[in-house]
């Protein structure tokens, strides 16, 4: 597929059939993680992936929320939890060749690690696209959080920014819907060039 057209086709599947994805291309949607940019390459992500009916089924037991709208989500043959670890980048810029040693988390501009870990997860979302495969990004809850630690051993540390969901898409899933293309924001209102203003 063209890279132009992964790009345009990417939007938020909800509803899934139950047909498995293969082995190989849950290597490829994980794998591609992998090649997102992280300050100082700090790599400071996890990624829980959820292939068994089991575990899968455990998640949903605990991520209800977000299939009371859309129970298609459940079919998902993948599930893959991001984490982020903002120790990792702490400790690399630490590092002599950085020398942040006070491992201030004032000196950061914004939270690397969760945006880091983000990137990531959009690279998984448009592999999934690439594969002719459906994906969707959504948060756990709050209270859904401490639930999904202790249920999947979780170290400290990591925190779940939100979880991906892949498969083959359902017979339910809606045209993209006007009212995202309605509310999708032109780029003249978010692109200011030169100086914002006058
Ligand atoms: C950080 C983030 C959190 C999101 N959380 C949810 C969520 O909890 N549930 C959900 O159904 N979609 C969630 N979404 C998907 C957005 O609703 C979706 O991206 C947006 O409506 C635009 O639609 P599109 O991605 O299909 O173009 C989330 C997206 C992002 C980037």
Redesign the pocket.
Known sequence: MEYSQVISR?????DYTDEPISASCVERVLASALRAPSAGFSQGWAFLALTEQEDRARFWQIAS??TE??PGMRNAPLIVVSLSHKDAYLDRYAEADKGWEDRAESRWPAPYWDIDT?MATLLMLLTAVDEGLGA????LMPDELSPFRAAFAIPAGYLP??ATTVGHRGANVPP??ER?AQR?RSIDEVVHRGSWGD
């Not at 990417?10 to 909800?14: A, F, G, K, Q, S």
């Open positions: 990417r939007r938020m599947v909800r929320t977000q709208h859309s983000g969707c990004f959504f948060g920014i939100g993209q819907s995202v999708r």
